[in-house]
């Protein structure tokens, strides 16, 4: 006979979702490993506790950002360069809530567009935030409301990352902000403060520099984008002062104090006691980002944090749980959704039997300034402590004619081979276009190309591609256009 306790088990048994692979996260490491996945035969689920699927990346990081330089760009050519190209125009005035509806049309699109896929490949998603009750069930609290438990032969976390904001700051989202408000301001501000030099603050500190606004960035160390080639550093540097961007390098923030219209910023000199103030409109933190493990419940598996609060995974991306993988910004290496993106399509390939391949000192980092900058492999400094012997080919921008026709005469490219054997070991560019530039690079040297071969190459002209050409022969002293 059937107790009641035995129906209820049964429905439970029976509405419990089975999946051969959950993903946790649905941003471009999460729902390209997902499609990965579904594409190799396995029964797939998506787990995102956002209204709408793309995580940080679609939602308020690179496709909002890249909306915004690109609209600032073309108005900052209007009102600087439209009249060189004999273009005469008048009153071009800011509508920044245009702007701001035009970027939100672009997010919305794409992130549609993941939505589509998801379909397309037979992806069951599910809006709602996960937590592990064991390495194998899930328990999700549903956006709708209510919870389902979810079990998976291999759960893959992709949760990313969220901004690092120290309580040192004062964070409050309205005077004292991060990446996300910064792409929802609907005035252009007066002036703002930026603390950090990396890649989101010099990003987004360009949109609103080219719009009119006063730029002022603090960055502790003594120069611009740290982890990138000291040449890149430069030539950035002298672009944006020259848009106006003000740097205060060595500097530190060391406290805020805000009204309902104005931040005051506190700074302080690194190596010294010199003290000043900067009021401002908005303080805009952009010191990078932290993992985002908050609420997985992580503590209920065997899953191990290192003491920078990411998973640890080995070679294969597999945590201390053996059913249980992390990409993207939750593990060690650069936070860049290309790099989550094929850390995704390694762990699904894996798991069907197959055996990719990731090189990371391959995978391509991007600036989206204007001048970009891009770069893949090793900086020259990186190859000099590593008593690495080297030889260094240098091209600048102001000697092609592409760059002259279009007038995009700033930056460089510069290309470092090994000084016995020729192996292409960094390519480092800033310039128009780089960032499409940069995988001629990534190829060669993905096949160990040489700087020869590379100067062999026959490049279209008039291209910025030629500076490439051209910046392999320096290094073997024969450049022609210089």
């Not at 088990?9 to 089975?18: D, G, P, S, T, Y």
């Not at 020729?422 to 096949?447: N, P, S, T």
């Amino acid at each position: 006979m059937l107790t009641l306790g035995g129906f209820f088990l049964i429905q439970f048994i029976i509405f419990m979702k089975k999946f051969d692979v959950v993903v946790i996260g649905s941003g471009p490491g999460g729902y390209v490993s997902a499609i990965r996945c579904a594409q190799l035969g396995m029964k797939t689920a998506i787990i995102e506790k956002r209204a709408t699927l793309g995580g940080t990346c679609l939602n308020v990081g690179c496709i909002p950002s890249k909306a915004l330089l690109d609209s600032s760009e073309h108005y900052h050519n209007a009102t600087h360069t439209f009249d060189q190209h004999g273009i005469k125009t008048q009153n071009v005035t800011v509508d920044m809530p245009q702007m701001i509806k035009r970027k939100q049309e672009v997010v919305d699109q794409t992130c549609s567009g993941v939505a589509f896929l998801m379909n397309k490949n037979k992806i069951e998603t599910v809006y709602g935030t996960a937590t592990f009750k064991d390495n194998s069930t899930l328990s999700v609290a549903l956006n709708a409301g209510g919870s389902e438990e979810i079990q998976a032969d291999h759960f893959i976390i992709a949760t990313g990352s969220k901004p690092n904001l120290p309580d040192a700051f004062n964070y409050d989202g309205k005077r004292v902000i991060s990446s996300r408000e910064a792409l929802e301001i609907t005035k252009v501000p007066k002036k703002m403060v930026i603390v950090g030099g990396g890649v989101i603050g010099l990003e987004l500190g360009s949109v609103y520099a080219r719009l009119g606004t006063e730029i002022h960035v603090v960055e502790y160390v003594d120069r611009i984008l740290p982890g990138m080639d000291k040449d890149c550093s430069k030539e950035l540097t002298r672009s944006l002062k020259k848009l106006g961007m003000k740097f205060y390098f060595k500097h530190a923030v060391v406290g805020t104090k805000t009204t309902s219209r104005s931040v005051t910023v506190q700074v302080e000199k690194r190596d010294s006691d010199e003290k000043f103030e900067l009021k401002a409109d908005y303080c805009l933190i952009a010191i990078g980002r932290v993992p985002y493990t908050e609420g997985l419940g992580l503590e209920n598996t065997s899953v191990k944090l290192d003491d920078r609060g990411r998973i640890e995974v080995d070679d294969h991306f597999r945590t201390t749980a053996q059913n249980i993988y992390a990409i993207g910004d939750v593990v060690k290496g650069m936070m860049l959704a290309h790099k989550a993106e094929e850390e995704g399509v390694f762990v699904a390939e894996m798991l069907s039997g197959q055996k990719p391949h990731i090189d990371h000192n391959l995978i391509p980092g991007v600036v989206y300034t204007w001048p970009e900058v891009a770069a893949v492999g090793k900086t020259e400094q990186q190859l000099k402590d590593l008593g690495t012997p080297i030889k260094v080919g240098k091209f600048p921008y102001k000697a092609l004619g592409r760059a002259r026709a279009s007038m995009d005469i700033e930056g460089m490219i510069k290309v470092i081979s090994h000084a016995e054997t020729d192996e292409i070991l960094g390519v480092h560019m800033v310039g128009a276009r780089v960032a499409d530039m940069i995988m001629e690079a990534v190829a060669l040297m993905e096949f160990r190309a040489s700087a020869e071969d590379m100067a062999r190459i026959c490049h279209p002209h008039p291209t910025y591609t030629e500076a490439v050409k051209e910046a392999a022969l320096a290094v073997h002293d024969r450049p022609i256009h210089i």
